[in-house]
């Protein structure tokens, strides 16, 4: 059974830097690895993701420029270095992997079926 666990949220002033952590249970060698966020009363949006295969990375508009996506040599924890930190930027983080079969929670973002997720870690940005 997948797992995953975020860390690394906390709360920072407007301009400053987390940097999240998302432990899989297994080493991630394939399929995509993505990061997203969820305000109250607002869609969940997709912030970031990591294609393990190639090491490929895609952002949105929001994030470009400011978050970095990357995974550590032992390939099974992925990081979310947030810089630049915006107030809008407040929301619960969630660490998501691809999943081959279906599953309660999964849903399809840009052709990949994000089927796990973790607990989320909450991020705080004041101004």
């Known amino acids: 059974q997948v797992q995953l666990a975020e860390s690394g949220g906390g709360s920072v002033q407007a301009g400053g830097s987390l940097r999240l952590l998302c432990e899989h249970t297994?080493?991630?060698?394939?399929?995509?690895m993505g990061w997203l966020r969820q305000i109250p009363g607002r869609e969940r949006e997709t912030v970031s993701a990591?294609?393990?295969?190639?090491?490929?990375?895609w952002y949105a508009d929001s994030a470009e420029g400011r978050f970095t996506i990357s995974r550590d040599s032992d390939k099974n924890t992925v990081f979310l270095q947030m810089d630049s930190l915006k107030p809008e930027d407040t929301a619960m983080y969630y660490c998501?992997?691809?999943?081959?079969?279906?599953?309660?929670?999964?849903?399809?973002?840009?052709?990949?079926?994000?089927?796990?997720w973790g607990r989320g870690t909450q991020v705080t940005v004041s101004s």
């Open positions: 990591l294609y393990a295969g190639t090491g490929g990375t």
């Open positions: 998501a992997s691809e999943a081959k079969q279906r599953t309660l929670l999964g849903f399809v973002w840009r052709g990949v079926y994000f089927g796990y």
């Open positions: 297994t080493p991630i060698r394939s399929g995509c």
